[in-house]
């Protein structure tokens, strides 16, 4: 869909025009949808992280190829 190309055009321009060596996202552990996109993109679960208001969040990193 719209978001899975959206997300891939960004990712190739991050690696290739900004020369990022990894990306990381982060997510609450209720957005089951934006986790099943960013598997979907390649991204991999590497743990939790606080965020400013103290929350729990999911930490997912996708490195380049």
């Not at 978001?3 to 997510?27: P, R």
């Not at 979907?40 to 208001?53: A, S």
Request: aromatic content about 8%; glycine content about 8%; overall charge positive.
């Amino acid at each position: 869909g719209f978001i899975h190309e959206a997300g891939n055009a960004i990712l190739d321009f991050a690696f290739s025009e900004l020369k990022l060596k990894k990306i990381l996202a982060i997510t609450s552990k209720e957005n089951k949808p934006s986790q099943a996109t960013l598997a979907k993109l390649g991204f991999e679960k590497n743990g939790t992280i606080k965020n400013p208001e103290g929350e729990e969040v999911l930490l997912y990193e996708k490195q380049k190829k």
